[in-house]
């Protein structure tokens, strides 16, 4: 297992053999930087510039300032791991990601295996924390949460008669929708439908035929927002008037310049907005003059770093052992809130709550 820095001192004194940049603490964020998801990948690029700006502006951590390495694994395992592998020779000891559950996964057994604090701003798999892996937390709720908020929302509210449920194989997707299904059969409910789908598809004309003859009336898709905007924008124009729903991979403009005006009325499930959360006022107000709205990822990612950064300065150290010893005691302030982890590395006290898509924006329905 690679050594890492155990102490400021102990980076400073490294510094002076290998010259001034090697004190510096390198970090990372990985994500979808390029493909059909780098709508997320830029959240998280956004998020954790910012996150390594002001806490460097603050005097940085143990004295050292923070370098940024991003990292695209464009949302694929293989691509996940290499990316892992290489940010490890880079001399990373944290990353802030991975996005994609598929991602996170496979790369959370490379930084176990070399020493490197992982925390998910966004993967939501819940086996992402139930492997046993000292070094992985995430920031984000899980989808047996997220699912069961779902299913109980479509129970209370009486909406559906006639259930589909699809997903795109992804461990996000299946995962997220699996979760729903559950839901349901809790309230003694059956979608009439179970159907998966390829990411990267764009035709859907077939499966909506399906459900038309079906008479389904709800739509629920684990997967994300490219198939989801083509899904919806399908069912308008062959008259399926069902209500869709999705899950927080919703949450970018995107969808809607995918959808245009076929996707009024669409829900998805999402954490309460992290922008009007008054711990990230003043952070949102520095996006927003800068011209970009730190929707989605944004914030997550922020507050990834943020989590990193006061851990280290709580444990004095950058050693593995004693960032976990702190993350799992402290509570941490965040742009997310006040913030601490469970022993498998969830966030504690994570709730979900509906969403609708309303004239190209979304918006809390609550409930």
Known sequence: MRRLVLTALGAAAWGLAA???????????????????????????????????????????????????IGDD???????VAVANQLVNK????????????????ASDVYAEEGVLQISPASTNPQLTERGLANVFRVCGRDDQQGAYAAKYVIDKGIGKKIAVIHDKSA???????????????????PVMYEAITQGDKDFSALITKMKDMGVDLVYLGGYHTEAGLIVRQMAEQGLKAQFMSGDALVTDEFWQITGDTGQGTLMTFSPDPRKNPAAAEVVKRFQQEGYDPEGYTLYTYAAI?????????????????????????????VLGKIDFDEKGDVTGANYTM?????????????
Request: glycine content about 12%.
């Open 172 to 190: 996000y997707g299946k995962g997220l929708a699996d979760e729903f299904v559950k839901g349901l059969a809790a309230a003694g409910v059956k």
């Open 91 to 106: 001399k990373v000891v944290f990353v802030a990601g991975h996005f994609c559950s598929s991602s996170s996964i496979p």
């Open 355 to 367: 969403y609708v898509w309303d004239k190209g924006k979304y918006h809390e329905l609550g409930g």
């Open 74 to 80: 464009a949302c694929d395992p293989k691509q996940a």
């Open 306 to 334: 943020q989590v990193f950064a006061q851990a280290a300065s709580k444990a004095r150290s950058l050693e593995l052992k004693k960032l976990i010893q702190v993350l799992r005691t402290e509570t941490f302030d965040t």
């Open 19 to 69: 010259g001034p940049a090697a004190a510096d603490i390198v970090i990372a964020t990985a994500g979808p930087m390029t493909g059909q998801y780098a709508a997320f990948g830029e959240q998280m690029r956004r998020g954790a510039e910012a996150a390594v700006r002001d806490i460097n502006a603050a005097g940085g951590v143990l004295g050292q300032k923070l370098v940024l390495e």
